[in-house]
């Protein structure tokens, strides 16, 4: 199994709060990536990072902040949670974009904002 | 517009059987790969298989593999002899391209074996 921590795997929080969650990887994988998963639209892209201090937008990338400072951590900031933001969210890594390299996913963190 | 579409919310198949579960999917770029993702109860996303645009032979890992029907662009998953424990959500997504960091997912679609 490929070396991805998510931290914390279930948190409940108030509308309005902030809230950050963590994606740690032992794989020294360039790529990270953060998804959230909600019931009949799958995973959607939230946004990604190709190396140290290096993110871009995905599909779903309003309301959410994403930082790397080491390669091995890749944080997802929601600065004012609101309950469209409930969901769970899965960090995943890859060595590369393209061709049959496929996404390790971490473990899922299920977000709950009341 | 939807990149990638599986129509199959909910499939039941008997233990020992072969079930297929569709995917179809919609680009105009001719470098694409297609990936399935098994989605168990207790929630870790694992990587099936994997099938490239240019790719001459449909893919197979173990009892799975993948009817790739590039002109009608669908990729539909095939598992044989289910066991029960193939009971999951699958996964269909799509990375277009090359280089691209975007990978799309479809809804994805509830198997349940039955003993």
């Known amino acids: 199994d490929a070396g991805i921590t998510q931290s914390p795997r279930h948190k409940v929080t108030e509308t309005g709060t902030p809230v950050t969650l963590r994606c740690h990887q032992t794989e020294n994988h360039r790529y990270m990536y953060w998804y959230r998963q909600d019931p009949g639209h799958g995973l959607r892209l939230i946004h990604y990072?190709?190396?140290?201090?290096?993110?871009d937008k995905g599909e779903v990338s309003d309301g959410y902040s994403v930082s790397r400072s080491k390669t091995e951590d890749f944080l997802l900031t929601l600065e004012s949670a609101t309950s469209s933001q409930t969901s769970v969210y899965f960090c995943?890594?890859?060595?590369?974009?393209?061709?049959?390299?496929?996404?390790?996913f971490g473990p899922g963190t299920r977000l709950t904002v009341t | 517009a939807q990149k990638i579409t599986q129509t199959q919310p909910g499939m039941f198949v008997q233990e020992k059987e072969a079930v297929t579960l569709d995917c179809t999917y919609d680009t105009s770029d001719p470098s694409y790969g297609l990936f399935w993702y098994k989605q168990p109860s207790s929630g870790e996303m694992i990587f099936l298989i994997y099938?490239?645009?240019?790719?001459?032979q449909n893919a197979t890992e173990g009892r799975y593999s993948l009817n790739f029907q590039k002109a009608r662009k669908s990729a539909n998953l095939v598992i044989s002899a289910s066991q029960l424990g193939d009971s999951a959500m699958y996964f269909c997504?799509?990375?277009?391209?090359?280089?691209?960091?975007?990978?799309?997912f479809g809804a994805g679609t509830r198997l349940t074996v039955k003993p």
């Open positions: 997504a799509m990375r277009e391209g090359n280089n691209n960091n975007d990978m799309r």
């Open positions: 099938q490239g645009s240019y790719d001459q």
């Open positions: 990072s190709y190396g140290v201090k290096d993110t």
């Open positions: 995943a890594i890859s060595e590369a974009p393209q061709g049959s390299y496929e996404q390790y």
